[in-house]
């Protein structure tokens, strides 16, 4: 299955599961839910992070924590 | 909560970070503030008075913003250390709980898990003017009803409803308090395990138990022993910690957001937010880096323009102080203290508060704004490869101001290395202290010509003292990446807030607050080595000092000088045969290697109080104290001719050895004070001071060695 990484800019997907347990519990407690959506906005200017918007709020989270959600 | 008249009470605001809880804080408080560490750690302790109803004060503690209660950085893990530990000094008799109501279900987790650790608590919807404006509608009745906790709307920034937030307060803490039954279901596994802790431990509530399950080797207040039982009963039952806090996470979730929604209407809409419009731009690809870097630009600018006034008016204040106070006292041992010791002492202290306030003030508008968040999140790849933070660049252009600020600045950093890092190496990028220094050697090494007729060699010369002093601050930040060793892992999960027109309260408390810890927590130790330094270079071993003077005075009137050129002789006289003097000569053979006399060691021992005062010394030595003219000094320098090899001092090596000197070398007490008070402790600031110093032995000494 996809995962957040794999989005291009403006493109939105539904969060289905976390591949990482202590990423899972961070993203969760923040309101970043399995079922959620979210978009990518954009990447950060030199690189190494996301702006996304998940559920009418804006997060900003590193390549490695986006590759740890996995979309539908 | 029957003797309540008899103890003061501890209320704390808790909540996620960005609820609004430094704006609630500052309303119910005002300035009525305690700033202070939490023991062992530099997290913020906040501490404010708050008057109850019934004429009784209590304390408000303001806890770090956190989302759960399973901590990933030190302030969280200041959170969960209260709340877990009923024992504990901060623990709160009761909790004002603050909810940003239009984004509610985010804020839910944390205020569930607390409201099951049975602490007394009322809800604060806060936010209730924005929600307005969203036409976001909501019951706090129905909250109340449905979690069973006492529960107010109010508006931070407007302070609409604290009168009610107030009585809600009181008729918690006055009525007998029941907890209401516990809103998370416990697995199989949790009970067994809780129970069992509970029982051994006498734990009151079995919540708690499960958390000192999950966080055993996080709790500061148990001891090894205990922590060892504890985990051997999480792992003689078998029980997975991460996997149950993903599960009591999602349970939480599954079940307070239908009630919720029975609470909050919304319109969900997909509208383009007028967030996302500016962000278009501030966090765009090209835009964004550019405007921040304008913005620093200005930032830089402020600190280092707007502040020389002010910071001319208090050296000048001084200045004349100290005058009438010589005109006004016999010329005695405690006029040289009051005057070179004490005054020198506190006009140091003081002179920095403009350069501090414009700064923060600043700072605190771009973070009040939003906008520090965006700013992580640009910079984050670039700054980590260098072991530090998006923020670290703020604390990086503002050292080019001055490094006290820029130090003080990086307390919003979060991960303990990144802040440490950050600390340990903003004194690197050369400050406005280092500039009088600058001009007076530069000219001994770079002539005054220019190149194609436009670029002037020295403003050249200039620019490449500055880059060598980014390259320094970077190189050993890469180098404290590889050596320092961290628990702590390194992401980044940042909530980038919606832009908010800055509450100037806010404002106007942080500056106040960071002024006031300066003068108060770094000014005692800055005042210490002014007095230490101004013994040393006014005293000497037995009669030395007095023989100086009268050999002055003697050669004085030989060469029929006049009062000034006297003073001025006696005055150098004087700081040759000063233990500061005796120092110099004693550091001399050290120091030779670079190119430098006892001379230059007086002023390297003298400046270790600021940059600046090297010229001063270098003044006094050389007989001209009464001057303050760089352009004087320098021909008087230009002059100095080496006793031995009979050729000029300041030759190009050394000149250009102690320009490479005053780059590196950690030479500004007040800097060390603040890292001290920044880093809680002697460790940091003495490691600092040998690295810095120390690698400004060596290029000056390859520097030397290499042109002479």
């Known amino acids: 299955m996809p995962t957040l990484s794999a989005l291009k800019n403006r493109e939105s997907g539904t969060i289905h599961s976390f591949s990482d347990e202590a990423t899972a519990c961070k993203l969760m407690s923040m309101g970043i839910l399995p079922g959620s959506k979210v978009k990518l906005i954009r990447k950060a200017p030199f690189g190494g992070a996301v702006y996304i918007k998940a559920d009418n709020q804006q997060f900003a989270i590193r390549n490695a924590e986006a590759a740890c959600i996995i979309l539908v | 909560m029957t003797n309540i008249s008899t103890k003061t009470l501890t209320i704390a605001l808790l909540g996620n970070p960005n609820c609004g809880k430094s704006t609630v804080f500052n309303q119910l408080t005002g300035l009525r503030q305690k700033i202070g560490n939490f023991p062992g750690v530099t997290v913020d302790k906040k501490l404010g008075k708050l008057a109850l109803e019934n004429g009784q004060s209590a304390t408000l503690i303001d806890l770090p913003g956190t989302y759960n209660l399973y901590p990933t950085s030190q302030d969280e893990r200041v959170v969960l250390n209260i709340l877990a530990n009923p024992s504990d000094d901060y623990y709160p008799d009761a909790i004002i709980y603050i909810a940003d109501v239009t984004q509610i279900e985010k804020h839910f987790l944390l205020f569930t898990q607390v409201r099951d650790l049975g602490i007394p608590m009322v809800l604060a919807l806060n936010m209730a003017d924005a929600a307005a404006e969203q036409k976001i509608q909501y019951q706090p009745a129905v909250i109340e009803k449905l979690f069973q906790v006492p529960t107010v709307s109010i508006s931070g920034r407007t302070g609409d409803n604290f009168p009610q937030l107030k009585s809600a307060l009181n008729e918690l803490i006055t009525k007998p308090f029941d907890a209401p039954k516990s809103f998370y279901n416990f697995s199989d596994a949790e009970q067994t395990i809780s129970k069992k802790i509970q029982k051994d431990y006498q734990l009151d509530n079995q919540f708690q138990a499960l958390i000192w399950a999950q966080n055993a080797n996080r709790l500061t207040f148990l001891s090894a022993e205990k922590k060892a039982t504890i985990s051997d009963i999480v792992k003689n039952n078998d029980f997975n910690g991460l996997a149950n806090q993903v599960r009591e996470v999602m349970q939480r979730f599954d079940r307070f957001t239908p009630m919720l929604k029975k609470a909050v209407q919304r319109t969900e809409s997909n509208k383009i937010t007028l967030t996302e419009k500016i962000d278009d731009v501030l966090t765009h690809r090209v835009w964004g880096p550019l405007i921040f870097f304008a913005l620093m630009l200005l930032t830089f600018q402020a600190i280092y323009a707007w502040s020389s006034v002010p910071s001319d008016m208090i050296e000048a204040g001084f200045g004349s102080l100290s005058d009438i106070v010589t005109a006004s006292l016999p010329d005695t041992w405690y006029r040289s203290l009051l005057t070179d010791g004490i005054l020198a002492g506190l006009g140091g202290i003081l002179v920095f508060i403009p350069q501090i306030a414009i700064l923060f003030f600043l700072i605190s508008i771009l973070e009040e704004v939003g906008y520090m968040a965006r700013a992580v999140f640009m910079f984050d790849n670039l700054m980590q490869r260098f072991g530090m933070n998006g923020r670290s660049i703020v604390a990086l252009v503002s050292s080019g101001a001055c490094a006290i600020p820029a130090v003080m600045s990086t307390r919003t950093i979060s991960n303990w290395k990144e802040r440490l890092i950050t600390i340990l190496v903003a004194p690197f990028i050369s400050c406005s202290a280092r500039i009088p220094v600058y001009t007076v050697l530069i000219g001994f090494v770079v002539p005054s010509a220019t190149i194609w007729g436009i670029f002037n060699q020295q403003g050249i010369a200039f620019m490449g003292l500055y880059i060598v002093s980014i390259i320094a601050a970077l190189g050993s930040a890469w180098v404290f990446k590889k050596i320092l060793k961290t628990e702590e892992r390194s992401f980044l999960l940042l909530e980038l807030p919606e832009y908010r027109t800055p509450v100037f309260k806010n404002v106007l408390l942080t500056v106040f607050e960071k002024v006031k810890t300066f003068v108060v927590e770094a000014g005692k130790i800055i005042f210490v080595i002014s007095i230490v330094l101004w013994f040393l270079a006014s ?170």
């Open chain 2, 539 to 708: 005293y000497g071993p037995s009669n030395k000092m007095e023989l100086a003077e009268k050999d002055a005075i003697s050669i004085a009137t030989q060469n029929n000088l006049s009062d000034d050129a006297t003073a001025d002789l006696v005055a150098g006289k004087q700081i040759e045969a000063s233990y500061a003097g005796h120092l110099g000569k004693f550091i001399e053979p050290a120091i030779r290697p670079l190119g430098y006399d006892w001379k230059i060691g007086i002023a390297l021992i003298t400046s270790f109080a600021a940059r600046e005062v090297f010229i001063g010394t270098m003044a006094t030595i050389y007989s001209i104290g009464s001057t303050e003219d760089e352009g004087t000094i320098r021909e008087r320098m230009a002059k100095e001719v080496n006793p031995t090899t009979g050729k000029p001092t300041y030759n190009f090596a050394t000149s250009l050895s102690l320009l490479v000197f005053y780059i590196f070398a950690m030479m500004c007490m007040s800097t060390l004070a603040v890292v001290k008070r920044e880093t809680g402790g002697w460790k940091w600031p003495i490691i600092q001071f040998f690295f810095m110093t120390g690698l400004a032995y060596l290029g000056a000494f390859v520097v030397y060695q290499i042109f002479s």
